[in-house]
């Protein structure tokens, strides 16, 4: 089977589940025993489709990728936040995860993926897997993710839950995402989940002809920029600053080097 049906597989176990369990139990029933949050997903969905409207100037676009729309409905963010902040998933805004990064706000996951470009099969590789709902978006359009995570504590996290998901597209190793993936490279995508006041050149390098680079770059502390970077079949760079955002700073022994 392809890569990339992990929502097929997750349904096919809770339609079991809920058979075997028709006896005993009534109304619907969610694969972890928490409520399944549809309503909720259909409300962001509607909320993120609204702000893109509101930005389509800067996006260039008044839709984004159903492929990208029909992840961010699928995923089950409510499983990459704290027990304690789930009654929140579902709200268009960044949450705290722990170690001093956050969840990003679902309008910036849903846009950054969209830019992208990427379908399946392709291959992405991700700096900062933070909690791993981006990777997840990614993995449920069926792309192949390569995603680094800085806070061990994090990737180890962010890798049980998005192996517990079905997202066996997703591989996550605990490093320095700025050095890249070396051995997975070229990638179709890269994006990274924090910000710098560069792009790093590994990542550039790393970058497979004709794909695109999607990051925020400016100080830390201060507003970025969201840059796409595209290199063409000749390898020559093009960058789009496409809309002001605020994001944590890539941290590491390699940045500023």
Known sequence: MKPGKPESARNAFCRGAITALSLLLS???????????????????????RQVLETRLELGTDRLAPE??????????HEFVPLTLRSEAYAN??????????I?????VAIMTHLLEVTRG????????GSGYQAAVLGE???????????????????ETLRKLGYHNVRVRAGDGYLG?????????????????????PLIDQLAPKGRLVMPVGGAGWVQ?????EKTKDERLKRTNVLPVRFVPVTGPSVGH
């Open 122 to 129: 392709d291959k992405v590789f991700e700096l900062g897997t």
């Open 93 to 102: 805004q960044p949450l705290p995860i722990g170690a001093g990064q956050t």
């Open 181 to 201: 993936w070396p051995e997975a490279a070229p990638f179709d995508g890269i994006l990274v989940t924090a910000a710098a006041d560069h792009i790093p050149q």
């Open 104 to 108: 990003s706000q679902p309008y910036i």
């Open 27 to 49: 109304g619907p029933l969610a694969c972890s025993g928490s409520p399944d949050f549809k309503a909720e997903r259909d409300a962001l969905v509607q909320e993120i489709e």
């Open 225 to 229: 920029q969201l840059v796409v970077m």
């Open 68 to 77: 990208v729309i029909a992840a961010i409905r699928s995923v089950p963010r």
């Open 141 to 159: 359009m069926g792309v192949e993710v390569y995603s680094v995570e800085i806070v061990v504590e994090l990737a180890l996290r962010a890798r």
